[in-house]
């Protein structure tokens, strides 16, 4: 019995069927254009920029050892552990264009604390993690020098507010121009703060202490 022929359009559909599927195969295998290495690092380098700046850098030479003291924001909640590797992102950032032989790395949650205790703690990078030991090595030398920890594990829910930095800064100001012997200064400075931010003097007081326990603690 004769075969009826099949109708053309089933034999176009299969000669579409195998063009296509080896087609398929080379667009999937084929190697996709890699992202240019110039794009990558800056991408890392935002990144970097969004977790931690370093604020101020300050070369300290004495009898004849250079050491460096670098004040560093930490943008976000960042716990002891997140803290240290900063610590070590902050030495590669540095050490090609400071040549030390001992690091101080003071952390703030903020630019408004630098010059007063660091609420984050602090980081020594030195021969056995010590700062007193700078004059051990050279100028430089990093490989024989190791990190000292003394950070804090910070309750972030007790962080100020942007406003109440604004109001502390504002009181630490006025205060570090007080004679220090005037036992009243520190009143004084608070009922002017007051004042100016139209507070309660009670307010301004508890913003005071509350900074005072958020860097001690």
């Given amino acids: 019995m004769k075969k009826k022929r099949k109708a053309n359009w089933v034999y176009q559909l299969r000669r579409l ?3 296509l599927v080896p087609l398929g195969f080379a667009v999937w295998f084929w190697p996709q254009e890699s ?3 110039t794009q990558v690092k800056s991408e890392q380098a935002s990144i970097s920029e969004e977790i931690y700046t370093i604020e101020e850098r300050t070369p300290i030479e004495e009898d004849g050892v250079t050491r460096y003291e670098y004040d560093v924001v930490v943008h976000g909640d960042r716990s002891t552990d997140e803290l240290q590797s900063i610590s070590h992102d902050v030495i590669d950032d ?3 264009s400071d040549q030390f032989q001992a690091a101080l790395l003071r952390f703030y949650d903020d630019a408004a604390y630098i010059g007063t205790e ?3 703690g602090e980081a020594v990078f030195a021969p056995e993690g010590d700062y007193a030991l700078a004059d051990w090595v050279k100028p430089g030398q990093i490989d024989d020098m190791i990190f000292g920890w003394q950070l804090r594990e910070k309750e972030w829910t007790t962080k100020l507010t942007d ?3 604004q109001i502390w800064r504002s009181w630490q100001d006025q ?3 007080q004679n220090p012997d005037d036992p009243d200064a520190k009143a004084k400075v608070t009922r002017v703060i007051a004042t100016e931010y139209e507070l309660d003097p009670k307010v301004v007081q508890q913003i005071v202490l509350k900074q005072h326990v958020w860097a001690a603690l």
Avoid: D, G, R, S
């Fill in 17 to 19: 069927a195998v063009f």
């Fill in 35 to 37: 992202t240019p290495t």
């Fill in 94 to 96: 540095v050490q090609q």
């Fill in 118 to 120: 660091p609420p984050l």
């Fill in 163 to 165: 406003k109440e930095i």
């Fill in 175 to 177: 205060y570090t121009e």
